[in-house]
């Protein structure tokens, strides 16, 4: 569908203007104005409770804002996804994630065949591996069963993963080890075997191409280690090693039996994959009735997507109020601050869901741009980045919008611990928002050359999600949350969010300069100034 530049639709010049209105309006103000925002500017959506309260924002923001959406074709884009078009137009490609969670029975016809009978087959096979390694009955080379699993992979074949073993780890089955080898930096491959046992060792390749330079490399070390490990040849690659990929030729080519391949399709792209195949070291973690309910959790907000009207759609709500403050109140980042220590690698995870999809400055149809797209996102877990990097959220000169997740159940059950966890959150949120003012500081007795450093400016916007508790289903709806968020933004911004370009000319740059750092003889080298004399430094000092 060709759009009017973004610039031309209506409700974006009606939204510079009603900008120019509220800028100046503090959350103070708008909260005194309205006793009940705090209960009306909130919405239930699959079992998240979200508080955009504390956003800079009226009736009439929204009103224009969901206005943009309609004007942005939105409805129509989620509705192309979910029917499998060819929506990825640059690499002609369906964008099907949402089928990866469809129940048992529904369809989605992709080019005339049902793809979900395709995932359930393969989600079955996950599933009666799953049982094979956990039970003991799958057995390494010397008979002895598989205790330490570690997954070589890397971006969307890593970091959700990671992201989901962590996040769900109070489910995990303890008696397995898990660990990850995603870096080309030999010491993550070095210390993620630290302590194993390669007798006990099973390697899960996942590379959607199985040509990745870093996963491959990685790959043929782990079976060097293994094979040195076991004093054995080939054979034991086939009891140590499964593959998850698309191409089962580069697969048998390693030595991997195809009957241990698990398949996806070319509608998965990398970062929205951890609910394919990818996610079979999480199946393994934490057993296939948790990863079936993670399914079942991202299903339910697919559903919610689909079917809420855009201004009860928390999806669409979050991903138009990063449009608002990345385009109109020119903010650059968007903090992500999970209250929920599980959640430590979430921010890292939705650093390549929302940055890879969205860090593009072409739209759909070829034109530059001519406004922000996808801020940067960052975060740590709260209470510890209270006692760092927040002082600039509070004090500094930048606007940073942020999202704060909390969830009302601790998992560990520790005296007080948990409440003292929720209140920071509810006042780092109430802080932002309304701040402290000079006549306050005034009033504690601050002295008086004090009184500009202690005081707080406030009308610093926040979301606040919160939820029961961190189960499966929940990380399941938080993941599919900030996918459909991205996809919002990415369609208002009327960029393709579902290709990844721009990782193109490193790689290619990387594959020219291996052979001049290996090479014998010192290369003829064609870059720069910078990049050659770089290399023969590089060359002197490592061989000095
Ligand atoms: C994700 C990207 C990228 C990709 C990795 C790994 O959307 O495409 O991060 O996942 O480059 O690719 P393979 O799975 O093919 O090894």
């Known amino acids: 569908m060709s759009l009017p530049a973004l610039r031309a639709l209506p409700a974006w010049a009606s939204l510079e203007q009603h900008h120019r209105k509220i800028k100046g309006v503090h959350l103070r103000q708008l909260f005194a104005d309205d006793p009940a925002r705090g209960e009306r500017l909130t919405i239930e959506a699959a079992g998240i409770h979200f508080d955009y309260s504390k956003n800079r924002i009226t009736d009439e923001t929204l009103r224009l804002l969901t206005q943009l959406a309609r004007e942005s074709g939105l409805a129509e884009n989620i ?27 529904t369809t989605i016809l992709h080019d005339g065949r ?18 094979r390694v956990r039970s003991g009955a799958w057995t390494g080379l010397t008979g002895k069963r598989i205790r330490n699993v570690v997954n ?16 769900l780890r109070f489910y995990s089955d303890r008696s397995l ?45 782990a079976r060097d280690w293994l094979l040195a490990g076991l004093a054995a040849g080939e054979a034991a690659v086939a009891r140590h090693f499964v593959a998850v990929s698309t191409n089962a030729e580069e697969v048998a080519k390693f030595g991997i039996d195809t009957e241990n391949m698990f398949g996806f399709w070319d509608w998965v792209g990398g970062r929205y994959s951890m609910e394919s195949a990818i996610g079979l070291s999480t199946m393994l973690a934490i057993g296939p009735d948790h ?7 991202s299903r339910e907000m697919d559903e919610h997507f689909r079917t809420a009207p855009f201004e009860r759609n928390l999806p669409v709500l979050m991903g138009l109020l990063t449009v608002w403050y990345t385009d109109f109140f020119g903010a650059e980042t968007q903090a992500v601050l999970p ?22 400055h072409v739209t759909r149809d070829g034109r530059l741009v001519d406004y922000a797209t996808s801020p940067i996102y960052w975060g740590e877990p709260g209470t510890n980045g209270q006692h760092s990097f927040y002082q600039l959220i509070h004090q500094g000169t930048r606007l940073v919008p942020c999202d704060f997740i909390v969830f009302a159940k601790a998992l560990n059950r520790l005296g007080r611990h948990h409440d003292i966890l929720a209140a920071n959150v509810f006042a780092q949120a109430e802080a932002l928002a309304f701040g402290k003012t ?40 938080l993941v599919a949350l900030y996918e459909h968020s991205t996809f919002t933004q990415g369609t208002i911004w009327q960029i393709n969010p579902f290709d990844q370009w721009g990782v193109e000319l490193g790689k290619a740059l990387a594959q020219r300069i291996v052979p001049e750092l290996e090479s014998a003889q010192d290369p003829e080298l064609g870059h720069d100034s910078s990049s050659n004399a770089l290399i023969r430094r590089y060359r002197k000092l490592r061989d000095a």
């Open 438 to 477: 000079a006549a306050e500081v005034e009033a504690e007795g601050a002295a008086e050359r004090l009184v500009p450093h202690r005081t707080f400016e406030g009308n610093r916007p926040s979301n606040l999600l919160l939820m029961e508790a961190l189960t499966p289903a929940a990380l399941g709806k």
């Open 79 to 105: 509705e192309a996804m979910f029917r499998g078009e060819r929506i990825n137009a640059t690499e002609n490609r369906s964008v099907l994630h949402v089928a990866l969670r469809a129940p048992r029975g």
């Open 291 to 297: 990863f079936r309910a993670m399914l079942a959790g």
């Open 114 to 131: 049902d793809v979900v009978g395709d995932v359930h087959a393969v989600l079955d096979k996950m599933e009666a591996f799953t049982a």
């Open 152 to 167: 070589i992979g890397i971006g969307g074949s890593d970091l959700g993963p990671v992201m989901a073993y962590e996040a």
């Open 177 to 221: 080890t898990m660990r990850f080898v995603s870096n080309i930096d030999g010491t993550d491959f070095a210390e993620a075997v630290q302590g194993l046992d390669p007798a006990e060792t099973m390697f899960i390749v996942s590379s959607k191409t199985f040509t990745t330079q870093e996963t491959m490399t990685n790959a043929r070390t």
């Open 339 to 360: 209250y929920e220590q599980y959640l430590k690698r979430l921010p890292a995870y939705l650093q390549q869901l929302t940055m890879e999809s969205n860090g593009k």
